[in-house]
């Protein structure tokens, strides 16, 4: 008796098993089936004429035999055939009315077939079942990818660092995704973005990243409600991780400041992705689709004379006083390189060695022009009378948008200040 009940124990193993892995019932029991199915399949050359029903609720299986009833002596192959005797007086399902031709079903006792076939369905659930597991893992993290996780420090390697994560799956830190100041011990925890996922060989390889844009997005959906409702988009992000970044943001809202918010107050919610960063600089800045203005942005705390533009190639040539330069390029290039990276822009600084002392800011002629225009100058990057008057006709008229007879009375107005 105990032979016979060793399927079912089996079978309760793997529902439990199931259970805690997550595989949903229907594909357990289609699993179950198909490796019965290929246990009999190799135990009598064919399962074409078994059926095998699974009851889930029981917890067992019942597996039955179509035998075609001949006549007695013609037995030809008697894993699809029975004798008409044989089916008539069948100890286990006797059949007294059958007749040549018909089906008749036998019952199987799995169990009866011995200690190898069940060991050898147990091996055939093992592994179908492990890949159930690996296939959902790769689903699971593959529609992840680019979103936040935590994960303990398990084990260090030299070149990357195992994580594990509350369900105990596998995540890999590779060193040059690590911010160069991150150290860990094992136990450590770790937050970080799913970078990667790939099933190669149906072996589910996921990697992780520090140093990613899109870490830093996270970080900031997580520490600022208003960009996780929606409220404030975040337009781009240039990093150099462990040393500084650039965030350019936008609000949907008129009321809502989205620096300020991203900010917080006495720096509340940018402190906290600052520390998580080792320590790396966030500059937060507003986004325009003015690319003289968001250059100028980008280039902050520098202040700018002038820009010109050439969209064909995406290249910014920047004009600024000599004691502006260095705040432009910044620490090691820090500041031109995240501007570059933030605006698309291939930005080149000039020393603006034309301007001199007599040069004036375009606010010393708001008695003379409208206070509108000058902003629209200043927003193409246009700060003094001289910037404007080495800036051609054309450009004037089309990115600053006013009319070639008001773009006329500018410079007349500018060009008089330095005749005079």
């Given at each position: 008796?105990?032979?016979?009940?060793?399927?079912?124990?089996?079978?309760?193993?793997?529902?439990?098993?199931?259970?805690?892995?997550?595989?949903?019932?229907?594909?357990?029991?289609?699993?179950?089936?198909?490796?019965?199915?290929?246990?009999?399949?190799?135990?009598?050359?064919?399962?074409?004429?078994?059926?095998?029903?699974?009851?889930?609720?029981?917890?067992?299986?019942?597996?039955?035999?179509?035998?075609?009833?001949?006549?007695?002596?013609?037995?030809?192959?008697?894993?699809?055939?029975?004798?008409?005797?044989?089916?008539?007086?069948?100890?286990?399902?006797?059949?007294?009315?059958?007749?040549?031709?018909?089906?008749?079903?036998?019952?199987?006792?799995?169990?009866?077939?011995?200690?190898?076939?069940?060991?050898?369905?147990?091996?055939?659930?093992?592994?179908?079942?492990?890949?159930?597991?690996?296939?959902?893992?790769?689903?699971?993290?593959?529609?992840?990818?680019?979103?936040?996780?935590?994960g303990e420090v398990y084990q260090l390697?030299?070149?990357?660092?195992?994580?594990?994560?509350?369900?105990?799956?596998?995540?890999?830190?590779?060193?040059?995704?690590?911010?160069?100041?991150d150290f860990y011990r094992k136990g450590?925890?770790?937050?970080?973005?799913?970078?990667?996922?790939?099933?190669?060989?149906?072996?589910?390889?996921?990697?992780?990243?520090?140093?990613?844009?899109?870490?830093?997005?996270?970080?900031?959906?997580?520490?600022?409600?208003?960009?996780?409702?929606?409220?404030?988009?975040?337009?781009?992000?240039?990093?150099?991780?462990?040393?500084?970044?650039?965030?350019?943001?936008?609000?949907?809202?008129?009321?809502?400041?989205?620096?300020?918010?991203?900010?917080?107050?006495?720096?509340?919610?940018?402190?906290?992705?600052?520390?998580?960063?080792?320590?790396?600089?966030?500059?937060?800045?507003?986004?325009?689709?003015?690319?003289?203005?968001?250059?100028?942005?980008?280039?902050?705390?520098?202040?700018?004379?002038?820009?010109?533009?050439?969209?064909?190639?995406?290249?910014?040539?920047?004009?600024?006083?000599?004691?502006?330069?260095?705040?432009?390029?910044?620490?090691?290039?820090?500041?031109?390189?995240?501007?570059?990276?933030?605006?698309?822009?291939?930005?080149?600084?000039?020393?603006?060695?034309?301007?001199?002392?007599?040069?004036?800011?375009?606010?010393?002629?708001?008695?003379?022009?409208?206070?509108?225009?000058?902003?629209?100058?200043?927003?193409?990057?246009?700060?003094?009378?001289?910037?404007?008057?080495?800036?051609?006709?054309?450009?004037?008229?089309?990115?600053?948008?006013?009319?070639?007879?008001?773009?006329?009375?500018?410079?007349?107005?500018?060009?008089?200040?330095?005749?005079?």
């Amino acid at each position: 008796m105990a032979k016979k009940e060793e399927p079912i124990d089996m079978v309760d193993r793997f529902s439990e098993f199931k259970e805690l892995k997550s595989i949903d019932k229907t594909t357990m029991i289609s699993v179950l089936e198909e490796s019965f199915r290929s246990v009999l399949a190799k135990m009598f050359g064919t399962d074409e004429n078994f059926d095998v029903i699974m009851n889930p609720d029981k917890g067992d299986c019942e597996i039955y035999q179509n035998l075609v009833v001949v006549p007695d002596g013609e037995v030809e192959d008697p894993n699809k055939q029975i004798s008409l005797s044989d089916a008539h007086n069948d100890p286990e399902d006797p059949d007294p009315d059958c007749e040549v031709g018909e089906e008749h079903i036998k019952r199987i006792e799995f169990a009866k077939f011995g200690r190898r076939a069940i060991l050898n369905l147990r091996q055939t659930l093992a592994s179908k079942i492990l890949d159930l597991q690996k296939d959902a893992i790769y689903t699971k993290f593959k529609e992840m990818e680019g979103e936040l996780v935590t994960g303990e420090v398990y084990q260090l390697w030299k070149k990357e660092i195992l994580l594990l994560d509350d369900d105990k799956n596998e995540l890999l830190l590779p060193r040059e995704q690590q911010i160069p100041t991150d150290f860990y011990r094992k136990g450590d925890t770790v937050r970080a973005v799913i970078e990667t996922v790939d099933n190669k060989n149906n072996n589910p390889k996921i990697l992780v990243s520090r140093t990613s844009e899109n870490f830093l997005r996270r970080l900031f959906e997580l520490e600022v409600p208003e960009i996780h409702d929606g409220l404030i988009l975040i337009r781009a992000v240039a990093r150099i991780p462990g040393e500084r970044a650039k965030i350019a943001v936008e609000s949907y809202d008129d009321r809502i400041d989205p620096v300020g918010a991203c900010v917080g107050v006495k720096g509340a919610r940018i402190h906290g992705i600052v520390r998580e960063l080792r320590n790396e600089n966030i500059d937060v800045i507003p986004y325009t689709t003015n690319p003289q203005l968001f250059i100028q942005r980008a280039l902050s705390p520098a202040k700018i004379s002038s820009i010109r533009l050439s969209e064909e190639d995406k290249r910014a040539e920047v004009f600024l006083r000599p004691e502006e330069v260095s705040l432009a390029i910044g620490k090691g290039g820090l500041n031109i390189k995240l501007a570059s990276m933030l605006t698309g822009y291939v930005i080149d600084v000039y020393r603006n060695l034309e301007e001199t002392e007599d040069d004036i800011y375009l606010d010393e002629f708001k008695d003379e022009i409208e206070p509108w225009i000058i902003e629209a100058l200043k927003n193409m990057g246009c700060a003094t009378a001289k910037s404007v008057l080495s800036t051609p006709r054309e450009q004037l008229i089309e990115k600053a948008d006013l009319e070639e007879d008001t773009v006329d009375e500018i410079l007349n107005v500018l060009r008089s200040e330095f005749e005079d």
